[in-house]
């Protein structure tokens, strides 16, 4: 393969600064080109807000996440009091490991929403029953969460996750939003006020999306083991087990068994779907638990 075409190939780069390669482009009688060609044909006839961030949500679902951020950075200068655009965009910086430019993004979104009545956000992927779950505040706040906690800042994932939580007005969020603030907690050595938040969780709720997040917070709760979850997750692909897997290993973390931890985020680092969140966060915390151990190895 010639350096050029290496280079072509290249979507953006891991944490350790690894190539992280475009995912294979779907055929275009698949439905997400379909989907894609869609989109553009709209954008092209009426370029306005809605039609330019379906465009960049298209092109992100084809994973070409630097395109996708190229059509969002035009809509924040077409339309830069509208919030979306910075959701969206900021969204793909997480993609693409630019957390302080995603961090960037949602504060400025969350500053655009103040005081402004929440709306409904209609899902790329639709769930099978057709209701979609998240908001655009709920969504601005999530994201803003997990871009502290990818940076390391637990303390600020902490307060924008509590905004989230509080805002959260369906099983599904309440139960994603439980999951990342309970190990941001857990993180931060504050596991009585985690262990709080499991109280609100009961052990049968209407999950329609995150069926991933609920099992983790059965696990939590010790409804589970996470040697029954990890099997569990394995059986379920590779989006279950860098999901699953993330919670469990995060598990072990802060339960002092960091070999099993990092044993369990080397297998999710094996995956193909870097650009998932779990897989992300296994990147990050990997590479924080290998730096310990060189500095424990200097000292020692």
Request: aromatic fraction near 12%; charge should be negative; hydrophobic fraction near 35%.
């Amino acid at each position: 393969m010639s350096d050029e075409k290496l280079f072509a190939e290249i979507e953006g780069f891991s944490v350790t600064g690894e190539p992280l390669f475009q995912m294979p482009i779907p055929s275009e009688t698949s439905d997400l080109m379909k989907k894609y060609f869609e989109a553009l044909k709209k954008y092209e006839k009426n370029p306005n807000a809605d039609n330019l961030i379906w465009l960049g949500r298209r092109t992100a679902y084809l994973g070409k996440y630097r395109n996708a951020l190229a059509i969002f950075s035009k809509g924040i200068k077409q339309f830069p009091e509208d919030a979306r655009m910075y959701r969206h965009r900021g969204h793909r910086f997480i993609t693409l490991r630019l957390f302080k430019q995603a961090i960037s993004d949602f504060e400025r979104a969350s500053q655009l929403v103040y005081r402004k009545s929440d709306e409904i956000e209609p899902d790329g992927f639709p769930n099978p029953s057709g209701i979609p779950i998240s908001s655009l505040h709920s969504n601005i706040f999530y994201h803003l969460g997990l871009a502290y906690y990818l940076d390391g800042d637990y303390a600020k994932a902490n307060l924008a996750y509590r905004h989230c939580l509080e805002i959260s007005d369906n099983d599904d969020k309440i139960v994603s939003t439980a999951h990342w603030i309970y190990m941001t907690l857990r993180l931060l050595n504050i596991k009585y006020e985690a262990d709080m938040h499991l109280q609100d969780i009961k052990d049968e709720l209407d999950i329609i999306e995150n069926h991933h997040y609920y099992d983790c917070i059965l696990m939590y709760k010790g409804k589970v083991t996470p040697e029954q979850l990890l099997e569990k997750a394995r059986e379920q692909g590779s989006l279950g087990l860098s999901t699953i897997g993330y919670g469990v290993a995060n598990w072990y973390y802060y339960n002092d068994q960091k070999a099993k931890a990092k044993q369990i985020l080397e297998e999710i680092l094996k995956l193909e779907n870097w650009a998932s969140f779990g897989y992300i966060a296994a990147e990050v915390d990997h590479k924080r638990i290998s730096d310990s151990e060189k500095l424990h190895l200097v000292f020692d």
